[in-house]
Structure formats: structure tokens, C-alpha cells
């Protein structure tokens, strides 16, 4: 079993930026690619950024392409997400999740483990 716990979600100005953090309980951390998703109110989740397990390969959707970056510590089973030129279009929950499969694949089903989510809010 994994679990998934989220920090560092805020209120933030638009231009603002944030780090999320995932930490992990788990042995085997190294071997799970780590995503993270968000789902704003009345919208479905959607995909943000993976990272492989090793960190050589990431994934970002288009629309947080250039000012967002993911990484992880293995030795601190940990992932982050680090938010620059924050957008209100950016507020949302962001939950991060754990998946055995690889390559990184953007669809939530693929991924078997999730944290319970930290609110973003971007004022304007």
C-alpha cells in the first residue's frame, strides 16, 4: 500500500509562484512513476506533469509548459511541483498519484495510488 501525502497548495497573486510537495510512504518509492493531476471545480481531472522513476523523463501538459517543473528525491520519497507565472486558470486541486506503468502516461486511470490534494487558489 501507498500512500500519498500533499503540501505547500496556497493562495497566491497571478504572476506568483508555488511548490507542492508529495511525500511518500513507501519502500520502493524509486520504482513508481509519480504524476500530478488537478481538477478545478466543475471540471474533470486533468493531467499536469510526470516524472519516471528515475527523473530522466518528464511530461507536461501543454498548458503548464515553460512555468511549471517536476522533479523527485528518491532518498526522501518525495516529488515536487514547482509553479512559476502562476494563472488563475491554474487554481484547482492538485493531487499527486503513483503508478507502477510505465512509460508516463497521462490518463488517471493508469495510475493506482493518489494523495488526497491541496488547494491552489490564483487571484487575478
Known amino acids: 500500500q501507498v500512500q500519498l501525502v500533499e503540501s505547500g497548495g496556497g493562495l497566491v497573486q497571478a504572476g506568483g509562484s508555488l511548490r507542492l510537495s508529495c511525500a511518500a510512504s513507501v519502500r520502493t518509492f524509486s520504482s513508481y512513476v509519480m504524476a500530478w493531476f488537478r481538477q478545478a471545480p466543475g471540471k474533470g481531472r486533468e493531467f499536469v506533469a510526470g516524472?519516471?522513476?528515475?527523473?530522466?523523463?518528464?511530461h507536461f501538459a501543454d498548458s503548464v509548459k515553460g512555468r511549471f517543473t517536476i522533479s523527485r528525491d528518491n532518498a526522501k520519497n518525495t516529488v515536487y511541483l514547482q509553479m512559476n507565472s502562476l494563472k488563475p486558470e491554474d487554481t484547482a486541486v492538485y493531487s499527486c498519484a503513483a503508478s507502477r506503468t510505465i512509460p508516463i502516461l497521462t490518463r488517471s486511470g493508469a495510475y493506482d495510488y493518489w494523495g488526497q490534494g491541496t488547494q491552489v487558489t490564483v487571484s487575478s
Open positions: 516524472i519516471s522513476w528515475s527523473g530522466s523523463n518528464t
